[in-house]
């Protein structure tokens, strides 16, 4: 998948107009993920006084040069649900696996809780874990990508 910038602007614009904070593409051999920066809560005795606005045609340009992450990381294993995030099936327990684990097709990954059940994610891939793209106790959405597996 060749980005070009118009595709990533288009990414930039759905994030903008649907309010949410990030959005993941992968076609398997490449990955795009695109984060709106979120803005911090400013203490109103703080906050500067002059107004600051910005075209959003230029808020969104320079949203996508910031964010944009596109390298070839694998094939993606993605969360089935909304839910939370767990490494390891115990807090003191060492995590399923870590970056540079190696995995079969079919072993367990990560947990993701959803309405108090226990889920256990298991790998469609067999391969070697490149990157891990969640912490553990993170809120989960479906079908976003938990990690890449090469």
Do not use: W
């Not at 994030?15 to 949410?20: E, H, K, R, S, T």
């Not at 703080?46 to 992450?69: D, H, Q, R």
């Not at 993170?138 to 990508?145: C, F, K, L, N």
Request: glycine share 6%.
């Amino acid at each position: 998948m060749r980005l070009e910038t118009e595709y990533i602007e288009k990414l930039a614009r759905i994030i903008n107009d649907n309010g949410l904070t990030e959005i993941s593409v992968d076609d398997g051999e490449q990955a795009i993920t695109i984060r709106k920066d979120v803005p911090e809560v400013v203490n109103v005795s703080t906050a500067p006084t002059t107004p600051t606005s910005a075209p959003v045609a230029a808020e969104i340009s320079e949203s996508a040069e910031k964010v944009v992450k596109q390298t070839a990381k694998g094939k993606a294993i993605t969360s089935p649900m909304v839910g939370t995030f767990y490494a390891s099936s115990d807090p003191e327990a060492e995590p399923f696996v870590e970056v540079g684990s190696e995995v079969k097709e079919g072993d367990i990954v990560c947990i993701i809780e959803a309405m108090k059940l226990m889920n256990e994610i298991k790998s469609e891939h067999a391969g070697k874990i490149t990157q891990i793209c969640v912490k553990n106790g993170d809120p989960i959405e479906y079908g976003q990508v938990l990690m890449y597996v090469e």
